[in-house]
C-alpha cells in the first residue's frame, strides 16, 4: 500500500496566502459544496474523479479535500496509482478548516 502524504489545514492556508501554484479538489458531493466551501477549490466529487482526471494536472501539487479526510485519501490512494506523484490529503478536511482557521464557516 502506498502511503499517503498529508497536508495540514496551516501550511494549506499558507499555500494559498502565497498564490502557491497547485491545485485544490473538493471531492465532496454537491450539497455538502452548497452548505461551505473554500473558493479556491475545484469540485469533483469523489465518484466522478475517473472520469474527470484530464482536469487533474500531474505536474502540479495536488491537495484533495473532504470534510473530515477520509474519502480525500481514498482519492489519494487512486491518484498515487495513477501516477500522480505529489498528491496531499487535507488532514481533518473542511471540518479542520473551519474548527482552525475560519471559525464562521458553517460546516453541518
Known sequence: MINIKEIDVLTLKNKIDQNADFLLID????QEIEICNLKESIHIPMREIPNNID???SKKTVVIMCKSGARSAQVCHYLN???YPNVYNLKG????WALT???T???Y
Open 81 to 83: 496509482e495513477q501516477g
Open 27 to 30: 471531492v465532496r458531493e454537491t
Open 101 to 103: 482557521i475560519d471559525q
Open 105 to 107: 464557516m458553517d460546516i
Open 93 to 96: 478536511g473542511i471540518i479542520d
Open 55 to 57: 482536469k487533474i494536472d
